[in-house]
């Protein structure tokens, strides 16, 4: 089944892993042997080989680089303008790799419509497509800069990543958009960028939800239901981002798979993090919408953890094709997994650029 994954850190892999994402994850992990820099050093799952094998043809890739205050004890970039430099890195990699083949931008439905043709086909070796999008938007100097992102390719954006940032508040923190969010969203809006509200702190999240009426989605968004932190989105929220045509992509970092997990020391297989729990999630959010129009993947996969903290059912990125299984188990029809995985997404993505 063709599989379409809505967030994935694959420049932050390639310029600050220093992962070359055109071998086999054995051989990325084969080269990291003995590294101990990252904690997920050797881990790795993600690959283009791997996402080819796992049919995983469309992806949702991000730009990422937090700029941090002198008190912030988190680790980022000194000013807005080095975030901005790093972004750019990241971009000039997603471009090289559409010029080696590797890859393809998607950007408006009629690229969107070529990829998946492309992805029907039964040609060799197949671009993979991407969507950018922009994790944390500390990086944006001014709104000027977000018109340079647009006209670059970017589609989607986050307000904020973890900590207090320049426009939103992020994970672990509490406040609230103030003046310079609220012309972030005005922005957004006019340009018609997807606000994707991951990582949204409860303040910042409904503050954003009175101003904001441009697209929204998650893309890598567990349920609190399950794992009582703020990173998790509540009941109430994700009924807020249903009644918004929002889709919600499922992430696989296991700290947000289940409760009580210690990173660095527990173990996914002791404490049961499979991809069950991802179904789990998905029903929920199925259960609470009346339908299964609002869920898909956004798997975060490589995103600053490997095998040590995902499900351990999952060996590599292709691994997703379990998932269509798991849930004709728990009853859903072919449509509807159908939709779970993939075309949930692409009809939002029509929907808002048509």
């Given at each position: 089944m063709f599989l379409f994954d809505v967030h994935?850190?694959?420049?932050?892999n390639a310029m600050e892993w220093n992962r070359d994402l055109t071998l086999p994850v054995s051989e990325i992990r084969e080269r990291e042997k003995g590294k101990t820099d990252k904690p997920d050093r050797g881990n790795n799952t993600v690959s283009?080989?791997?996402?080819?094998?796992g049919n995983i043809g469309l992806c949702v890739a991000t730009q990422i680089a937090r700029y941090v205050k002198k008190d912030n004890p988190?680790?980022?970039?000194?000013?807005?303008?080095?975030?901005?430099?790093?972004?750019?890195?990241?971009?000039?990699?997603?471009?090289?790799?559409?010029?080696?083949?590797?890859?393809?931008?998607?950007?408006?439905?009629?690229?969107?419509e070529n990829h998946l043709e492309l992805w029907k086909s039964n040609e060799g070796k197949k671009p993979i497509g991407y969507i950018l999008n922009l994790e944390g938007a500390d990086s944006i100097v001014d709104m000027g800069y977000l018109e340079k992102?647009?006209?670059?390719?970017?589609?989607a954006i986050g307000p904020a990543h973890y900590g207090p940032g320049v426009y939103a508040h992020g994970t672990d923190s509490v406040g609230g958009i103030g003046t310079k969010g609220r012309e972030l969203l005005k922005k957004i809006e006019e340009l018609n960028l997807i606000l994707d509200a991951t990582h949204?702190?409860?303040?910042?999240?409904?503050?954003?939800m009175d101003v904001y009426n441009g697209p929204v989605w998650a893309s890598h968004q567990l349920c609190r239901k399950f794992v009582d932190h703020n990173r998790q989105f509540s009941d109430e929220q994700l009924k807020e981002l249903v009644s918004r045509e929002a889709v919600i992509g499922i992430a696989l970092d296991a700290w947000m798979m289940v409760p009580n997990w210690v990173r660095g020391k527990s173990d996914p297989k002791e404490m049961g993090v499979n991809l069950e729990i991802m179904?789990?999630?998905?029903?929920?959010?199925c259960q609470l919408a009346g339908n299964t129009n609002h869920v898909g993947i956004g798997t975060d996969?490589?995103?600053g953890f490997g095998t040590e903290q995902g499900p351990y059912d999952v060996d590599t990125i292709a691994d997703l094709q379990k998932i269509p299984e798991l849930l004709s188990k728990r009853g859903y029809s072919a449509s509807d997994i159908k939709k779970?995985?993939?075309?949930?997404?692409?009809?939002?993505?029509?929907?808002v650029w048509k």
């Open positions: 994935l850190d694959l420049a932050m283009f080989p791997a996402m080819r094998k988190l680790p980022g970039w000194h000013s807005q303008h080095q975030a901005w430099a790093q972004t750019q890195g990241q971009l000039a990699w997603y471009k090289t790799m559409e010029a080696a083949g590797e890859m393809v931008q998607i950007t408006d439905t009629e690229s969107l992102s647009y006209e670059s390719g970017l589609r949204l702190c409860d303040v910042s999240f409904w503050e954003t179904i789990n999630n998905m029903d929920h959010i996969l490589d995103g779970m995985t993939s075309q949930n997404f692409i009809n939002f993505l029509k929907r």
